[in-house]
């Protein structure tokens, strides 16, 4: 698994061991394998670009004619020359609109296929992933990457493709008009090239840093804005701003270095280019006084000639954009081609029918990846039978939550095997696994989305009578019947517009109505009232009587009825059996129970005096 970002990392200047430029170059060609998607709008901006390339060398010819023809004639009817011209001008400004909208589209259309692609396979990847690399600068990666490659896409190729047919074209007609003038330009082509291959390969590094400290901008500022109640409880905008400011500042310098080279190599070749042109036209200049050279052949050739010289300036900065674009198209690529660490086998096997929810964990070893120094469940054995409520009690770091993330495969133990209706869940489909059961996480997540589509997410196709049944089971109906435009509520980022109970209430109902043979409850009560804590537990005890459920609980209160409850600690069940037994065996269970019903009583007596 490749590693995106290191935040401990120190930052590190661009190295010349970096691969050449021809190699980043090679990085578009995820970007063009994507555009030869659309042969049509390819082959008509292609079209629309030679037209206006050969309208906009034409432009010198129709002057020579004008000069020659017209003006050397004594000034005569000059009018059909200046029409021709017109007409030239007419199809340029055609031919430019029509290659400006098709490469647009194919630049807009690229990058939105980009952005599916990467989507489609970061769901793939297990959430393991995601702990390595941080959401928020894969976010910025399909954000401010991607705009580079559609402005590459849209704009700098089309630009480009122009330039080097009016250069390639504009010196096979400064040919025809001098012989000895062109070659004395070409000669200076060299010249030219060389410092574009020196100073780009410098610009190739620079450019990729400068876009990775873009790139920690935008997770940065995600990632203050997702936190701002915490920054301003704490009192820390100061400090936000410090570190934002710190990061800001670096950016800028790296931008600083890339904006110099391109400066740089932009004021070399324009100063060669010009240089030489000048040096020509003056050449020209005597040829014209000697009459070797007519007045409209050295008007051309000096339209012409600037026309060229500017094509190739003009390549200098695409050069730049192409390998900003590389760049991008590179760090793309690497979550393009990221394979899941958890993903279905060839030939997955199917889970029985019907299911009947039986769990087991036989001898689990496991360390997650970015703690692999540190066991989270050492030679961990449970086995769940079919309609069992057990819960699950500890301090924390026991490794409650991990048999969540074990149970539902998103990380696959280093020792031992963990069994869904006697199937080890590598061999079965991770989806086939999660269809079994609903998840109710302690910390709640809701989208930016109405009620309704918060409250199906784990059954799409439920009907309002079927959502509105689960939000009265957990006494959600009546806070949802009042909102202002009820099911179609927006519930705003993260759900901020309700409250932490209500919030949790969403998540129980979105439970409830999937319907799953398993239920996983990671203290779904904890966010709750005592009144709403009351019924959404009676709710909770009477659909648990008709599944297999795994509870992690805290509060011990509201475990009591369980069939069974587990004692962990430190990776290992050190206690099991039912609420009584375990008070009884004056354990560690014990004395959690003590330290919370002792300070429930002390809390009822303060209240009292």
Known sequence: ???????????????????????????????????????????????????????????????????????????????????????????????????????????????????????????????????????????SRMTSDTAIIEQVVGTTVSVALRNIIIGIGGIIFLFTLAPTLTAGLLLGIPIVILPIVFIGRKLTNVSRFSQDRVADVGAMVSETLGAMKIVQAFGQETREHERFGSAVESTFDTAKRRIRLRAALTAVIIALVFTGITLLMWRGAIGVADGSISGGTIAAFVLTGGLVAGAFGALTEVYGDLLRAAGAAGRLAELLSEEPGIAAPASPIALPEPPRGQISFDNVTFAYPTRTDTAALKNFSLKVTPGETVAVVGPSGAGKSTLFQLAQRFYDPQGGSVRIDGVALPSADPADIRERMALVPQDTVLFAASARDNLRYGKWDATDEEIWAAARAANAEKFLAELPEGLDSFMGEAGTRLSGGQRQRVAIARALLRQTPILLLDEATSALDAESEKLVQDALDRLMRERTTLVIAHRLATIRSADRIIVMDEGQIVEQGDHDSLITKNGLYAKLAELQFNGVEQSKTAIAI
């Open 1 to 139: 698994m490749s590693e995106l970002t290191n935040d401990n990392a120190p930052e590190k200047e661009p190295s010349n061991t970096e691969k050449p430029a021809t190699k980043k170059i090679g990085n578009l060609r995820m970007v063009w394998e994507r555009a030869v998607n659309y042969p049509k709008q390819i082959a008509f901006a292609a079209i629309a670009l030679f037209v206006a390339a050969m309208a906009t060398l034409a432009i010198p010819w129709g002057f020579k004619s004008i000069v020659d023809e017209g003006f050397a004639s004594g000034g005569g009817d000059i009018a059909p020359y200046f029409q021709i011209l017109l007409v030239i001008v007419a199809i340029l400004a055609v031919a430019t609109a029509l290659r400006f909208y098709f490469v647009s589209w194919l630049g807009e259309r690229v990058v939105a296929d980009i952005r599916l692609a990467v989507q489609r396979n970061l769901l793939r990847l297990a959430p393991g992933f995601f702990e390595e690399n941080r959401p928020s600068e894969i976010a």
